[in-house]
């Protein structure tokens, strides 16, 4: 089977719109959350608020301002759930079934960190029988609220500390008797599976191969064009076993087909995918139908959160520094990408001060070889102006680390127009 030509433009575009960040923006709506989950799959959730909680800055970066509290009524009404997608997310309650068939494995298999879990466990039954009884009775509750029996301590080693009833939910979550239900705050809600899902108690697992076709296509196209390795790092990361033999059947199938990118220096190595269903995007790429948009990017952004593919890619370097010492930090504690078109032009190092709703932008740092114009500057100062209102800062202050060129934007349209 002949093999579809990409430039690396034209893989970076796909790249860029197949995760929404390229034409009309999403519709701003509960409804619109749904259609953009269906394209990006997972919604990466994470704690920190620096500027703004992930799962908040990926959804503004698509739709622009909406509503916060969409995601809690979406988790309610149970459209979506909490699981483990390339990391803990929420996803379509609709997708469930893909990601059932890998929960419990760590009590299956046999590897010495099962036994580990699996021995606790047993000498934790009360503490396990008190958390499910309670959930029965009375859930969703907090972990605060299902303190039980004296529990024998989890050893922690360095990853995994915290109460002996955090650490029970945790493994009944993997098990699949438990789940996380909606949030307060940063506090989790729990409850029983089965009473929160009955529609899929008593479902029949679906077979390992299914599952990994469906999943590979999907990661597939919210890639737009991947290698197997990318797809292997996307969406349910790592659980995709055989994935070369279905592959290679869906290729057989014409469903997938072989991809080749290529650049000035010739192919790129590899063998690269592309769903027979993005063919139409890859066309109206190819024919100059490309609405570029300059926004900044969670750091934990499904466009970025494979770290050789941005690179390769968008020959763009990034890592998150949050756990990196500040002395030896090279942008800072929280850093922002800013994606201009099909490329990252710069980053940037921001915190919101809550108590007094000042946004401080302590410095953006522009790429090397990169626009870094007035023009480019009025771009970028009102995407960091929507960004201020959208997180309800009440003003921006510019540190002494911003290109001369876009200053003048920044202070006429953030400092001054906020």
């Known amino acids: 089977m002949q093999s579809i030509i ?3 433009t034209e893989a970076r575009r796909l790249a ?7 034409g009309p923006r999403a519709t701003a709506s509960k409804t619109g959350i749904v259609e953009l989950f269906r394209q990006i799959n997972c919604l990466q959730i994470d704690p920190i608020r620096a500027v703004e909680r992930t799962q908040l800055l990926v959804l503004w970066s698509r739709m622009g301002a909406f509503d916060p509290t969409w995601l809690d009524d979406l988790l309610e009404e149970r459209e979506i759930i909490e699981a483990w997608a390339h990391a803990a997310s929420f996803v379509l309650t609709e997708d469930y079934p893909l990601l059932r068939r890998w929960i419990g494995r760590a009590f299956t298999n046999s590897s010495e960190w099962s036994e580990r879990i699996r021995g606790w466990m047993a000498l934790n039954a009360e503490l396990e029988a008190h958390i499910l009884a309670r959930l029965g009775e009375d859930g969703p509750l907090p972990a605060k609220a299902l303190a039980g029996p004296e529990a024998v301590p989890w050893e922690s080693l360095g990853w995994t500390g915290g109460s002996a009833v955090s650490r029970m939910l945790d493994f009944l979550d993997r098990k699949g008797l438990v789940m996380t239900v909606g949030r307060r705050g940063n506090q989790k809600l729990w409850h029983l599976r089965d009473a929160w899902l009955p529609e899929w108690v008593d479902t029949a697992l679906p077979a390992e191969e299914e599952v990994v076709r469906e999943a590979c296509q999907r990661s597939l196209k919210a890639l737009g064009a991947a290698s197997q390795k990318q797809i292997n790092e996307h969406f349910m990361r790592k659980r995709y076993p055989n994935l070369g033999e279905r592959l290679k059947e869906l290729v ?52 970025i959160c494979d770290r050789e593919r941005t ?11 949050i756990y990196v010492p500040k002395g030896k930090r090279e942008y800072g504690y929280y850093v922002m990408p800013l994606l201009h078109g099909d490329r990252f032009i710069g980053r940037m190092d921001s915190k919101l001060e809550r108590k007094t709703g ?14 870094n114009d007035a023009q480019t500057g009025a771009a970028v100062a009102e995407s960091l102006r929507e960004l201020a209102q959208f997180i309800g800062a009440k003003g921006v202050e510019l540190g002494d680390r911003i290109p001369a060129a ?3 934007a920044l ?6 127009g906020l």
Request: charged share 30%.
């Open 358 to 371: 000042i946004y401080h932008i302590h410095a953006l740092y522009p790429e090397e070889d990169e626009r």
């Open 311 to 321: 690179e390769q890619l968008f020959d763009f370097y990034y890592r998150i520094e």
């Open 406 to 408: 876009w200053r003048t």
């Open 252 to 303: 057989e199938e014409g469903v997938v087909l072989p991809a080749q990118v290529v650049d000035e220096e010739g192919p790129w190595d590899d063998d690269w995918y592309i769903h027979r269903d993005t063919l139409p995007q890859l066309a109206s790429i190819q024919a100059g139908e490309w609405a570029p948009r300059t926004v900044f990017l969670s750091p934990f952004d499904n466009l």
């Open 6 to 8: 990409l430039t690396s």
């Open 16 to 22: 860029v719109a197949a995760q929404g960040l390229e």
């Open 411 to 416: 202070d006429k349209e953030v400092t001054q």
